[in-house]
């Protein structure tokens, strides 16, 4: 099967999304590690006013960016596609700091809108709101740019500032939780530390202004965006609920605590799933407008099939890694505090693989010009979350006895909406392209997937018995000559085990029962070799720096 587009673009989107959100991975254990006990409170904090500011934006996400990705992908006038995105952005940022003035001032909106349990009246909580919505607006203006190098498929100029962002906004953080001390006021230096990313990237982008020409936008220009983005400004708000409502509902009838330990699941899975393979997805628009723009809608099914199949050799062994070992993955990262979201992280990491897997047909459908589709199922997969949300998550409702499930309530939800979602996307990239919803080869990869969570869970479990059979301790260790004390108390965490050999086991077992299926093919192991060819990979960097 020809790849039809660089595998090497691939490749380099992949290491820098790795860096990026791995950094950001990276600044969050270290965080939760310092703060104990007390980490999962403080965070929920902070997840809560990023849940609250990120459902205000269905009003500033309206569909507008994946209108400039598109047309600038078509290869429209640059300068008037950088000028019309650049002035809606930065009208859409002042919007949402107007939305949020009366919540940060008055007490008393802050505690109708976060519920009674908040203590709004301290002023800390709705300073970390208002601190998060400058961010949120720093990140907004920042897109003018990056969306812009992310339609040219510049991956350097694109990802390199976030990347940079994230490592440099580590020691921050750690000053913040760990050198500081912890109080009531610590969600707001963690959330301070937060700005260094957006503030870095604006640094960046504006040494390299000169590289993205601007001009006044004219009335053509705003029509034309605005004929694409019309459809998608209720899109963009049924995805806010499907992203946001949760943690908001957690809020009200759970606590802050409820909403820090789905917060710690959800950013695992969200850094591998959106931060990671959605900026491989999003090379597939830009490809997939531009087949479009050309009428060739046999490439665009043969590239939405092999994106599919590609991106599963990644998602899945993730997704079966997860299953298998839930609890021990968010012990070793978080501290053992966060292990009683495993079920929620479980869950969460079935959602990530669909919706990875679903993200070369919902493309498909963007990038031919049906945006009404996409309409019709975000609304349709909002409202079963809302209603999944109302019944699992609260103890009672308006009088009425519900579930009361909390976090595993939410991320049920979830999970029940986002498959419901993926067969309609599926069906309506079928009506578009003219694809059969499942592939052989994808079976073959899920059927993988379950074998190697299987030998995963298997392998961790023979470990606990083990250790509960034996009484294995750090002894096993203390018989290396002059190991350090530090590498003895890192060496004896049962977890780094656990999660090192269970890992292996399952990703083994994905690999051989794949191959075992005859999906591996000599031309995979070609395109895979190829596309991590590193010095071809950096040739191609300094090829986008001459650009």
Known sequence: MAVPYSGRKVFLNLLASLAGSGAGLVSLAVCMHLLGSEGVRIRGVIAFSAALVGFASVLTETGFTNAHVKRVSEGKDLARCVGTYGAIRILQSLLLAFIFLPVVLSPTVFLWIAGASSSGGSGVERTVLGVTVLSVVLNQIGDIWRQTYAARREVVHQRFPIVLGNWLQIPAAVFACGVLPVNEKTPLWWALANLVT???????????????PWSRPTRENFTNYSK?????????????????????FLKRWVGYEAVGLYELAQKVVQTFDRQILAQIGNLVLSKISQLHAAGKISEIRDLVRASERYLAFLAVPACAVMIAMPAEILALLYGRSASGAAEVFSILAVVGCSASLNRPYAQAVAGMDRPVYMLWLGGVMAALDFMFNLVFIPDRLVGFPMLGMGAFGAALSTLLAALLGTVLNRWMAVRVSGRGLLSLALLRHLLSGAMGAAIGTLVVGADVWWRWATGASRKIFSMVPGLPASWEDLLAVPELWQVFFGGFAAGGGYLATLGLLREITREDIAFFREAASLRKAFSSVSTDLKR
């Not at 957006?198 to 993205?212: D, G, H, N, S």
Request: aromatic letters at 20%; glycine letters at 2%; proline letters at 6%.
């Open 228 to 248: 694409f983005a019309a459809p998608m400004t209720l899109s963009g708000a049924f995805l806010s609920i499907q992203l946001y409502l949760d943690k908001w």
């Open 198 to 212: 957006p503030v870095t990237a604006l640094l960046y982008y504006a040494i390299w202004a000169e590289r993205l």
